[in-house]
């Protein structure tokens, strides 16, 4: 698969994610059901591959997998899934993988030191607006705990792009990292859910059990994850976080199509914004000379 084509992958996947996990938590599922489908499932479908490929995993990967898992694992999908309880899914969208060329000037910066180019910084400058007039429109709404839901989305977009940058510096092999965040991740979960959920999920309507084990568990556990370490092998960070510009306006539009969620104008300026910085700050990497010495980004990686 190109990385051109993983990424329109990841970015179709991406959009609709935050409808279908708003539907489910909205709906008859709590936020630890859906981390059970998404990495339970996922981790059954990773581990006989595993298994069939153990001595080909090298075994630094394993030791990075640690951090990995939080980055995009566990600790991330918990911040997302939480966090569509209270705000909606264009929100998610827009804050969640919208405002990742934001975090990765911020980020490549102080952990990598990495200058960003003037673009990056502009695109950068975009986001943050976009997320200041959507947090202004979470305060003055009806609902103030939007607020507490948007506060995740964005935590869980800087995870997010701590595992993007980490994977391209590490260069780790796509799907075994992929299967090793989540085979690390359902080994929290699991026992997790096993131990304190309810025993609800078992009585949810089955097709609705179904559809949301393929949504957390195969496309968006495996196969978006899978895509989206291609395109960051095959793309670069910066290139990969380009085409995610679409994600925002898409997931509004499927949110709008599927849950009836009307975004407010505030909210569309919002989502134009963050597009927009996305698509300005993430054309062009890095430039200039490196902010610190060779030694000290040798240390910060």
Not at 189 to 213: D, I, K, N, T, Y
Not at 220 to 245: D, F, K, Q, T, Y
Request: glycine share 10%; net charge positive; aromatic share 8%.
């Amino acid at each position: 698969m190109s990385g051109f084509a993983a990424a329109v992958v990841v970015v179709l996947i991406w959009a609709a994610y935050p409808v279908a996990t708003r539907a489910g938590v909205t709906g008859p599922f709590a936020p630890e059901d859906l981390m059970l489908l998404r990495f339970g499932v996922g981790a059954l479908l990773f581990l006989p591959w595993v298994v069939l490929h153990l001595r080909a995993i090298r075994r630094d990967a394993w030791v990075r997998g640690v951090p990995l898992a939080v980055f995009q694992g566990a600790g991330m999908a918990a911040l997302v899934i939480c966090g569509l309880q209270f705000a909606p899914a264009n929100h998610a969208a827009a804050l969640g993988p919208g405002v990742a060329p934001a975090w990765v000037v911020l980020l490549g910066f102080l952990l990598f030191s990495k200058r960003p180019s003037i673009r990056m910084i502009i695109g950068a400058a975009l986001c943050a607006s976009g997320v200041a007039m959507l947090a202004a429109s979470g305060a003055s709404g009806d609902n103030p705990s939007v607020l507490a839901g948007d506060a995740m989305f964005v935590a869980a977009s800087g995870l997010g792009t701590l595992y993007v940058l980490q994977m391209r510096n590490w260069g780790l092999n796509a799907i075994h990292a992929a299967a090793i965040v989540t085979l690390y991740s359902a080994l929290i979960v699991v026992p997790w859910h096993l131990c304190c959920a309810s025993g609800a999920l078992w009585r949810v309507p089955p097709f609705e059990l179904l559809w949301q084990a393929l949504w957390q568990g195969v496309l968006i556990g495996c196969i978006a994850l899978i895509a989206l370490n291609h395109a960051i092998a095959r793309l670069g960070p910066e290139r990969s976080s380009a085409l995610v510009a679409l994600v925002p306006a898409l997931s509004a539009v499927l949110g709008l199509l599927f849950l009836g969620e009307v975004p407010s104008s505030a909210e569309i300026a919002a989502i134009v914004a963050i597009s927009a910085g996305v698509t300005i700050g993430a054309t062009r990497g890095y430039g200039g000379r490196p902010a610190a010495s060779s030694a000290s980004a040798k240390t910060a990686a």
